[in-house]
């Protein structure tokens, strides 16, 4: 499975922004999609993922209430919008794909897209 994310750029705090991860090859063989991110200094955290095959939805506490996951199937892409953005927010934005069970822990997914950056302003 392939994923190419896109949708990143600079925004002012309160802003919003609309991430998109594409998933190719594979994908019938896919069980769960998430994001992540990764911000300077930071370790890697989970903000909000699908089980892909019964299509319930997670997120982390910083992300409910701002944050929206969704996901067009016939084009397996799954999306992240973004609103009331913070500067704390900033980070590099992954998707992941996995292939054998839904979890929060990134080392339980098995293909990455390259990452998109966020960055918000004050």
């Known amino acids: 499975v392939q994923l190419q994310a896109s949708g990143g750029g600079l925004v002012q705090a309160g802003g919003s922004l609309r991430l998109s991860c594409a998933a190719s090859?594979?994908?019938?063989?896919?069980?769960?999609m998430a994001w992540f991110r990764q911000a300077p200094g930071k370790e890697r955290e989970f903000v909000t993922g699908?089980?892909?095959?019964?299509?319930?939805?997670y997120y982390a506490t910083f992300a409910k209430g701002r944050f929206t996951i969704s996901r067009a199937n016939a084009k397996n892409t799954m999306y992240l919008q973004m609103n009331s953005l913070k500067p704390e927010d900033t980070a590099v934005y992954y998707c992941?794909?996995?292939?054998?069970?839904?979890?929060?822990?990134?080392?339980?997914?098995?293909?990455w897209g390259q990452g998109t950056q966020v960055t918000v302003s004050s």
């Open positions: 090859g594979r994908t019938f063989s896919i069980y769960a």
């Open positions: 992941a794909a996995g292939l054998r069970f839904f979890s929060t822990n990134g080392y339980d997914f098995d293909n």
């Open positions: 699908f089980n892909w095959i019964v299509g319930s939805t």
